[in-house]
């Protein structure tokens, strides 16, 4: 499994717990992932910044570019990810996310299902009515799904997620010029994307409960009490 990790110093302005920070997401990473296959793409970043990564990960981890938006450096991700392997596994990481310590294992046995993309992250939109603020396809505060079972998960089929996943190079190929398409303007469209793939039947599917959380207030992935884990 490769892990390109995205961190910037400019990020959106977000609420986040007190408990999320660059600091703490990516030791949390290191904790769950190891650093032994880890591309860090590290944007206009700070000295303070810079030396805080070095506490986790070696220099050779890290490549510094000064792009400053974020669909600017998933496609230099993306250019990366199709190096590798057909059949390797990208995960392709912002740098406000929380794991479980068996994220790794579980993200792995997401692709034993056979889905296109896999996100750990259970986004709690897909619980609110569009009237609640949630996902415009979730009537009645639930999606239309199908639940599936591996050896130590529950999964689902879900319309969006983040710029936050995984898939394999073979699939990231096939899916190019969707994934550049969302991703042509300074701000990454990932829902439009996301219902894109679903429409040429390249499925997304998350655990339940998600073994990972994006570092927001107001949209943690549900049932996990995350500040033990940060």
Same mark, same amino acid.
């Given at each position: 499994?490769?892990?390109?990790?995205?961190? %910037?110093?400019?990020?959106?302005?977000?609420?986040?717990?007190? $408990?999320?920070?660059?600091?703490? +997401?990516?030791?949390?990473?290191?904790?769950?992932?190891?650093?032994?296959?880890?591309?860090?793409?590290?944007?206009?970043?700070?000295?303070?910044?810079?030396?805080?990564?070095?506490? $986790?990960?070696?220099?050779? +981890?890290?490549?510094?570019?000064?792009?400053?938006?974020?669909?600017?450096?998933?496609?230099?991700?993306?250019?990366?990810?199709?190096? $590798?392997?057909?059949?390797?596994?990208?995960?392709?990481?912002?740098?406000?996310?929380?794991?479980?310590?068996?994220?790794?294992?579980?993200?792995?046995?997401?692709?034993?299902?056979?889905?296109?993309?896999? %996100?750990?992250?259970?986004?709690?939109?897909?619980?609110?009515?569009?009237?609640?603020?949630?996902?415009?396809? +979730?009537?009645?505060?639930?999606?239309?799904?199908?639940?599936?079972?591996?050896?130590?998960?529950?999964?689902?089929?879900?319309?969006?997620?983040?710029?936050?996943?995984?898939?394999?190079?073979?699939?990231?190929?096939?899916?190019?010029?969707?994934?550049?398409?969302?991703?042509?303007?300074?701000?990454?469209?990932?829902?439009?994307?996301?219902?894109?793939?679903?429409?040429?039947?390249?499925?997304?599917?998350?655990?339940?409960?998600?073994?990972?959380?994006?570092?927001?207030?107001?949209?943690?992935?549900?049932?996990?009490?995350?500040?033990?884990?940060?």
């Amino acid at each position: 499994m490769k892990i390109i990790y995205r961190i %910037s110093d400019a990020g959106y302005s977000k609420v986040k717990p007190d $408990y999320v920070s660059n600091e703490n +997401c990516l030791s949390n990473f290191v904790d769950a992932f190891g650093w032994e296959d880890l591309h860090i793409i590290a944007d206009n970043v700070s000295e303070e910044t810079n030396a805080m990564m070095l506490k $986790y990960v070696p220099q050779a +981890c890290i490549e510094y570019v000064e792009v400053g938006n974020g669909a600017g450096t998933f496609n230099l991700a993306l250019d990366l990810a199709l190096l $590798y392997e057909d059949d390797d596994i990208v995960y392709f990481l912002e740098n406000d996310y929380i794991h479980t310590p068996d994220a790794k294992k579980i993200l792995a046995e997401g692709f034993e299902i056979g889905a296109s993309f896999v %996100s750990l992250y259970d986004h709690p939109d897909k619980y609110l009515s569009p009237d609640r603020g949630g996902n415009p396809y +979730c009537q009645g505060g639930a999606e239309d799904t199908r639940v599936y079972l591996t050896g130590n998960s529950h999964w689902k089929i879900t319309n969006s997620t983040t710029m936050t996943f995984a898939a394999k190079v073979k699939t990231l190929k096939k899916t190019e010029s969707i994934l550049r398409e969302f991703t042509n303007e300074t701000h990454p469209h990932d829902f439009q994307m996301f219902l894109k793939l679903r429409e040429d039947n390249e499925l997304l599917i998350t655990p339940i409960p998600g073994r990972s959380t994006h570092g927001e207030s107001a949209w943690l992935s549900p049932l996990i009490k995350w500040n033990k884990y940060a």
